[in-house]
């Protein structure tokens, strides 16, 4: 069982920046795929970002690409999510999420375990 708890958020003007955390417990991350998505109000939870167990691999949805960036320190057990030149239209409920699959993949039903989600809001 993973236990993951999300910190970083807040609000922020537009083309401002945050760092979104994602720490574990209960089990290293060092084996599990790490995925960043998001969900605005009235909307379905996309996949935003995503990192393999090496961190040799990583895959961004198109709109944060060249933006944001993904990252993990596995002796610290936590999954970074840098986000720059931030737009209105990123604001939503971010979430990290661990998949224990082999291939990084962007499908929100292989992830098994979430975290609560941290709010990120991006005034214009």
């Known amino acids: 069982q993973v236990q993951l708890v999300e910190s970083g958020g807040g609000l922020v003007q537009a083309g401002g920046s945050l760092r979104l955390s994602c720490a574990a417990s209960?089990?290293?991350?060092?084996?599990?795929?790490m995925g960043w998505f998001r969900q605005a109000p009235g909307k379905e939870r996309d996949f935003v970002a995503g990192i393999n167990w090496s961190g040799a691999r990583t895959s961004y949805l198109d709109s944060v690409k060249g933006r944001f960036a993904v990252s993990r320190d596995n002796a610290k057990n936590t999954v970074y999510l840098q986000m720059n030149s931030l737009k209105p239209e990123d604001t939503a409920v971010y979430y990290c999420a661990a998949d224990s699959d082999y291939e990084l993949t962007r499908s929100i039903s292989a992830y098994d375990y979430w975290g609560q989600g941290t709010q990120v809001t991006v005034s214009s």
């Open positions: 209960g089990r290293s991350l060092s084996s599990l795929n």
